[in-house]
């Protein structure tokens, strides 16, 4: 079991651009894939990216291809995610969580963070 705790949420206009962290602790990053998770108030949550640092496979989805960026810092003990070219429906709690695989399918994982809010508005 490991504990996560994400962080860099805020307030963004439309256009621009985050980064979460996701500071993993209580075991080596290496061991563990980690996913990018989202919930807006009223919908499901929506896997959006992970990454397998002993693997290296990364996965993201459409919704969020080609703007977002996982970033795994086995050093550091800590994922990113690079989030550029943010739109209004990008607004969520996000959260990070760790597994045993990288896949975008929550069930998989077993160990969640708290959630950050990120709010994409003018």
């Known amino acids: 079991q490991v504990q996560l705790v994400e962080s860099g949420g805020g307030l963004v206009q439309p256009g621009g651009s985050l980064t979460l962290s996701c500071a993993v602790s209580?075991?080596?990053?290496?061991?563990?894939?980690i996913g990018w998770f989202r919930q807006a108030p009223g919908k499901e949550r929506e896997g959006i990216s992970c990454i397998s640092s002993m693997t290296g496979n990364i996965f993201y989805a459409d919704s969020v291809k080609g703007r977002f960026t996982i970033v795994s810092d086995v050093a550091k003990n800590t994922v990113y995610l690079q989030m550029n070219s943010l739109k209004p429906e990008d607004t969520a709690v996000y959260y990070c969580?760790?597994?045993?695989?990288?896949?975008?399918?929550?069930?998989?994982?077993?160990?969640w963070g708290q959630g950050t809010q990120v709010t994409v508005s003018s």
């Open positions: 209580g075991d080596t990053l290496t061991y563990y894939a």
């Open positions: 969580a760790a597994g045993a695989r990288a896949t975008l399918m929550g069930a998989s994982y077993d160990d």
